[in-house]
């Protein structure tokens, strides 16, 4: 396993009596992790702890090899930082503004110059650099903070909620952007956010928080986990296709238009044996097939797993 960029052990935060992190232990690998949680889940308190904005009431915590804590301004001349929030400064370019930020991270006038430069044209705002930062709509303003998360070339960024306020098209736009800092560049991103389908989309591992503890981690693909039966997708002839099914042994739900088969374990068979007989039988029913193909576990049925196990162990 790649050598962690984040590791907690037993983090705790509190302020003043409300306890925000409860038991935080968690290792974020090198790549893109998602941290994934609902709102006031302490996503954003924790990313306050790795940045060493705030201290922390217990338990260990390093990040680049350094405990945020005690050596803060080391940590963040190699981390970027894009807050959640849209408050930028709205009289200023986004060329200035980025090179700002790469000069607090400790590069020299001209190369944070030229860096602001080239960290805009890649979010896609070279033509725009110079407009002053409140005549830009929502989305550019999250490419500005993009922008100035990875100017000065770290080797880790924070992402909170890098999509709101961005309709579709502008979110499937951010992630690719994402995607290709990840992967394109190798800067390990952790990307904080409540939406499922976006960490599920770029990310490589997971990190799922719920009332201040970590619920679940680890590969994505992984937790999801192998093939667990066969979907098929029909026009109609669902009771019959079903009954003929479970006459050979299968196990068969109907879900709206759909069937859902599990097959017991045949060694040495063919994997795909069971979409050739579906297919088989749906032919003999001559019904219409819509789809058919792998049922796969998603990243929700994980979470919604997870936050139930949770629930049943903390006695609700």
């Known amino acids: 396993m790649r050598t962690a960029v ?57 990040v680049l090899g350094h405990d945020p804590q005690t050596a803060g301004p080391e940590i963040r001349a190699q981390m970027g930082y894009s807050p959640e929030h849209h408050h930028l400064p709205s009289d200023v370019q986004a060329a200035d503004l980025v090179r700002h930020m790469a000069q607090l991270h400790g590069l020299p006038q001209q190369a944070s110059t030229e860096r602001a430069s080239d960290a805009l044209w890649l979010v896609g705002l070279g033509e725009e650099r110079f407009r002053p930062i409140g005549t830009m709509s929502t989305g550019q303003r999250q490419r500005v903070k993009l922008a100035a998360a990875i100017a000065h070339d770290p080797a880790l960024v924070l992402l909170d909620e890098p999509t709101d306020g961005l309709d579709p098209v502008q979110r499937d736009d951010m992630l690719e952007l994402i995607h290709r800092v990840g992967n394109e560049y190798g800067i390990s ?96 029913a001559q019904v219409g097939m819509r789809r058919l193909g792998d049922q796969t576990i998603s990243l929700e049925d994980v979470f919604l797993e997870s936050n139930d196990a949770a629930s049943s162990d903390a006695g609700l």
């Open 189 to 284: 991103v952790v990307l904080s956010s409540h939406l499922l389908e976006e960490v599920e989309r770029i990310c490589d591992h997971v990190v799922i928080i719920s009332n201040g503890v970590v619920i679940r981690s680890g590969n994505i693909d992984e937790m999801r986990g192998d093939r667990t039966g066969v979907m098929v997708e029909l026009d109609g002839g669902h009771e019959l296709v079903a009954a003929t099914l479970r006459q050979a042994g299968l196990v068969v739900d109907i879900v709206g238009s759909r069937l859902m088969v599990d097959a017991p374990p045949q060694p040495g068979a063919d994997p795909y044996w069971i979409h050739d007989y579906i297919r088989d039988v749906v032919a003999w």
């Open 6 to 62: 984040i590791s907690a052990n037993r983090v705790t935060k509190s302020f003043g009596t409300t306890n925000v992190l409860t038991d935080i232990s968690v290792d974020f690998p090198a790549g893109i992790t998602g941290l994934l949680g609902s709102n006031g889940a302490g996503k954003t308190t924790f990313l306050s702890l790795v940045l060493g904005f705030e201290p922390r009431n217990g338990g260990g915590l390093t």
